[in-house]
């Protein structure tokens, strides 16, 4: 699902399309305020496959009838958004991702940290890929596919040669926007590269770019 891919645009707005239409069909009105996420992608799928009376009184043709009209939705929908040139549909223009400090509404704090990346910035990924990066199919709204959540952190350790580990966190290592290292993984971490996560000392001594040294106050 890579955010520059078409194919991934048009199969992610489908696969909106077709959750809002089985959860129209599957939860009854009174239950939504109970249930307000999507359906379980496993029941979805199952349905599809085998589909049942919970689809009406001839399941396999409404089925299909929901296939083809959730179909021809997000194409429409890719137009209006897009453009009507479907080579130039992105994933990543739709499935953005903005990445606000938690205490963001303190007008004073979120002086002090600006947003990494900027405003937005376009992602790939879904709920369902290794490098998962959701949003709410059910959500309302002129940005209904922005990043509401994902894998911040990733770690794969070689345990036979420990420096062949890698990892990757975002937006950066430090947490200080004085800091290069505020949002320097951030580019990394949309591309899905994995960073090389040493632990040999030699390997981190050649590796070392700055050192920060400690030292206790001493009370007089």
């Not at 958004?81 to 992105?90: N, Q, V, Y």
């Not at 990346?117 to 490098?131: E, I, K, L």
Request: aromatic letters at 8%.
């Amino acid at each position: 699902m890579e955010a520059d891919s078409p194919a991934a645009a048009l199969y992610e707005i489908w696969w909106t399309r077709l959750e809002r239409a089985l959860y129209a069909v599957l939860i009854p009105p009174h239950l939504r305020e109970l249930l307000p996420g999507p359906i379980n992608a496993t029941v979805q799928l199952g349905l599809l496959r085998t589909p049942d009376t919970r689809l009406g009184p001839v399941p396999a043709t409404a089925r299909d009838t929901m296939l083809v009209e959730t179909l021809r939705a997000a194409m429409a929908e890719l137009r209006q958004r897009l453009g009507p040139d479907m080579a130039a549909w992105r994933w990543g223009t739709l499935h953005t991702i903005t990445l606000d400090h938690p205490l963001a509404d303190i007008p004073a704090i979120k002086a002090q940290f600006p947003q990494p990346g900027g405003h937005q910035t376009g992602t790939g990924g879904d709920s369902y890929t290794v490098m998962a990066r959701w949003y709410n199919p059910l959500a309302k709204g002129p940005d209904p596919y922005r990043t509401t959540g994902g894998a911040s952190y990733l770690m794969v350790c070689d345990v036979g040669a420990w420096d062949n580990s890698v990892f990757l966190n975002f937006p950066g290592q430090a947490g200080d926007p004085r800091s290069p290292h505020y949002a320097d993984f951030l580019p990394a971490w949309l591309k899905g590269q994995m960073q090389p996560l040493l632990f040999s000392t030699s390997r981190v001594k050649a590796a070392t770019i700055s050192r920060t040294t400690l030292k206790p106050i001493k009370k007089s």
